[in-house]
């Protein structure tokens, strides 16, 4: 008998099909009976496939609308993910307000999330205002909408009161937490859960506080090339390999936990080590479907991934959620674009920005 052959149709952005559909893993997939098809944006998702599974990282009511009707019309097919549950990661509140329901137990380690607050009108903002929330400088302003557009990257690290004028609402301002300069970047692929050091942006001193400009604006600080931070002096003094990993059954704990809260498969989550407690790690960040191109090994983590869905192998929860569209859902999202305000940065303009506000280290 023939093999049994599944179509996993994906349905990316231009950047994303090129780091991540390599043909080392459209090779391995088919090898296992996978075939990946690209969907044509250009036509009507129903009239395409048949697919098994479709697999996505596009936003906008469209899409959602060509989603739902797909599934309609295909139900045995699985969705990955659903959009409501990718929108949850769409607004930096509800992305991490998943993490604060974990109930995880680990005798050996402790997590939350860092403090913050939502900002919605730049004029309440004073140093005031950030005491009565039980903020101090510095902190980090992030633009609320985490929709993978430029600007939803564009932070500014604030250090004191005349900072705070730079901010543009919404915003959520988040205590800063020293963390000896690295991030724990965990990607999990269902069941799989993988942990990588990367570097991060350098600790503040109390001493260095007061000797720091007002502000300092960086954007995707643990994706900048070695090259840029081998530049950079700091970087050249700390060395990855010194930061010890969190333990793994903490971190698979947390995977399951927040797979089960999110109903999400593909994920990464950032965590950091808070220095002024042993062991406390502490979730800043978590994004869909992240660069999976970077994880070792990606080409049979993901073809295992896809098998074992396909085959309903995958473990964790009963089964895959179908798209359901009943309630209007608003989409925080616009386009993928590059659509810059007068007056912010390009994507990783770190160096640019160091060398007007410098940390001392
Ligand atoms: O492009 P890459 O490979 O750097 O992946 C980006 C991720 O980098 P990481 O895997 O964490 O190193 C990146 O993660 P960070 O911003 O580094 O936390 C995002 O997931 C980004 O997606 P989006 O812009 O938020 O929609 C991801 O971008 P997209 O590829 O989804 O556009
Ligand atoms: N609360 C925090 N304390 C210290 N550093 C932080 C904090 N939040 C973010 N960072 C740093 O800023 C970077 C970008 O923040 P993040 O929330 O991950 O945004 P993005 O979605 O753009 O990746 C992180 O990778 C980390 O280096
Ligand atoms: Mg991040
Ligand atoms: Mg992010």
Known sequence: MAERRFGVGYALAPKKQASFIQATLVNLASERGIDLIRIDMDKPLIEQGPFDCVLHKLYGEDWRLQLKEFSLQNPQALIIDSPESIEQLHNRISMLQVATELEIKCETASFG????????????????????????????????????????????????????????????????????????????????????????????????????????SFSQVSNL?????????????????????????????????????????????????????????????????????????????MTDFFWDVLNQNDKGFESLQKVSCEKEVRMLVGNKGYGEDEGTLPVSPLKREEKENTIQV
């Open 113 to 216: 999330i860092p403090k913050q607050t939502v900002v919605y009108d730049a004029k309440i903002v004073s140093a005031s205002y950030l005491e009565s929330e039980g903020l101090k400088f510095p902190v980090i302003a992030k633009p609320l909408v985490a929709d993978g557009s430029a600007k939803s990257h564009k932070m500014l690290l604030v250090f004191n009161k005349d900072g705070l004028t730079k901010l543009k609402p919404p915003i959520v301002l988040q205590e800063f937490v020293n963390h000896g300069a690295v991030i724990f970047k965990v990607y999990v692929v269902g069941d799989y859960v993988k942990c990588v050091k990367r570097k991060s942006l350098p600790d503040v001193t109390e001493e260095n506080l007061g000797k720091l400009e007002s502000y300092l």
């Open 225 to 301: 090339n070695t090259c840029e931070k081998n530049d950079d002096k700091y970087y050249k003094l700390m060395n990855l390999d010194d930061a010890e990993l969190p333990p793994l059954s903490f971190l698979t704990d947390i995977a399951r936990g927040l797979r089960r809260a999110t109903k999400l498969h593909l994920f990464n989550f950032d965590l950091i080590r808070d220095n002024r407690v042993g062991n406390r790690y502490l979730i800043i960040d978590i994004n869909y479907f992240p660069g999976y191109a970077k994880m070792p090994n990606y080409e049979s983590v």
